[in-house]
């Protein structure tokens, strides 16, 4: 195109000038593209949607998980307060039986003692009997060999079965026990022993349990970052996408602006001569 002609024709200045632009940034649209993806894997819309879908079911797959995870870590943690309180009347009831085991204390003294202590048994019954979660009981020895899925698959790394102690009377063997005589309350100290041992192995068997939890649940939420981060740069890919089809047909026009400005100058130079 003759350069003075573009000079004195004001149409095909601005037409020069907005196709100058328009090209510069479908140069700066092709580019991100480019360093950004591979344009021949993305020309299938279809391909792209299945991409989505896929994405999507994944999401909605580690919300599940996280979820279950969730909810058998707050089982677990219902049992562990469970424990806690149990634990706590126990050492109360081996301080009642210690008093029970010295010379000083009177029958009259032991009889009331062990009232004490019964009434403490019955209150660890209540406990663990009425310790739930979503109206699952978890300390009257019923919650044995239940499997929580606390991953992708139904194999066994991905769940974890878990049976939880008796903690009633009857199950830390403590219903029969009474404090009556200096004897008997020397009994009573050695099974209490042993029943402040089985509450402090359960809730160390639990605390590996929870850890495992809260494992998947941080594995869990760094994967659902990565997969939001995909999900971000394939929104970008699209933005820039759209950007550059825009360009394309800025650009399109902008040529067939140019060439009827020029053509407009051709036919007012040929009617001059």
Do not use: C
């Amino acid at each position: 195109m003759n350069s003075s002609r573009m000079k004195h024709n004001a149409s095909a200045v601005n037409a020069y000038k907005n196709f100058f632009r328009s090209q510069i940034g479908l140069n700066t649209n092709l580019g991100r593209l480019s360093s950004s993806l591979d344009l021949s894997s993305t020309s299938g819309n279809s391909s792209d949607t299945i991409v989505a879908v896929e994405k999507e079911v994944q999401v909605a797959e580690m919300k599940q998980v996280n979820t279950n995870a969730q909810q058998a870590n707050e089982l677990i943690k219902t049992a562990e307060n469970g424990l806690i309180e149990i634990r706590g009347i126990l050492t109360l009831m081996r301080e009642i039986a210690e008093q029970s085991v010295t010379e000083s204390v009177t029958d009259v003294g032991r009889v009331e003692n062990d009232m004490e202590f019964r009434a403490l048994g019955s209150e660890i019954t209540r406990i663990a009997s009425q310790t739930e979660r979503n109206g699952i009981y978890i300390l009257d020895g019923s919650f044995t060999d239940n499997t929580l899925r606390i991953g992708f698959d139904a194999d066994e790394n991905q769940q974890l079965t878990l049976s939880i102690i008796n903690a009633t009377e009857d199950g830390l063997k403590i219903s029969s026990d009474n404090l009556q005589s200096m004897n008997g309350s020397r009994m009573v100290l050695d099974n209490l022993d042993l029943s402040i041992e089985m509450i402090d192995a359960e809730r160390s068997k639990l605390g590996v349990a929870k850890s495992q939890i809260q494992f998947v649940v941080s594995d869990l939420t760094s994967a659902r970052q990565s997969v939001s981060q995909l999900t971000v740069q394939d929104t970008d890919y699209v933005s820039e996408a759209t950007e550059f089809a825009k360009s394309q047909i800025v650009t399109q026009s902008g040529t067939a602006v140019l060439s009827q400005a020029s053509a407009v100058s051709q036919n007012i130079l040929s009617l001059l001569k």
